[in-house]
């Protein structure tokens, strides 16, 4: 993978953070770095995924994105649940 390929994934990852903290609402607590970080995670694990499925035929997938989308939700939502509370004083 190039930098360019990796710079993509970076700004895909966060756009498929945002999008699986969209779909997976719940607490609020979680930092957005974390949500970004997990929208990464799930941007490589979703093109590994349909790649590892051969859904890939170079360029646009809708699988890959659906993959993405689906593992970003999940990934935020375990996240949120395991982040810990901030209390008010």
Do not use: H, Y
């Amino acid at each position: 993978m190039t930098i360019g390929g990796l710079a993509a994934a970076a700004v895909l990852g966060t756009a498929v953070g945002v999008l699986g903290r969209l779909i997976a609402s719940g607490r609020e607590g979680m930092p957005v770095w974390l949500t970004i970080g997990a929208g990464v995670v799930a941007a490589f694990a979703g093109t590994g995924l349909a790649e590892l499925f051969g859904l890939t035929e170079g360029g646009w997938s809708l699988w890959e994105t659906v993959f993405q989308l689906v593992l970003a939700a999940v990934g935020v939502f375990l996240v949120a649940a395991c982040w810990p509370k901030r209390t008010r004083s």
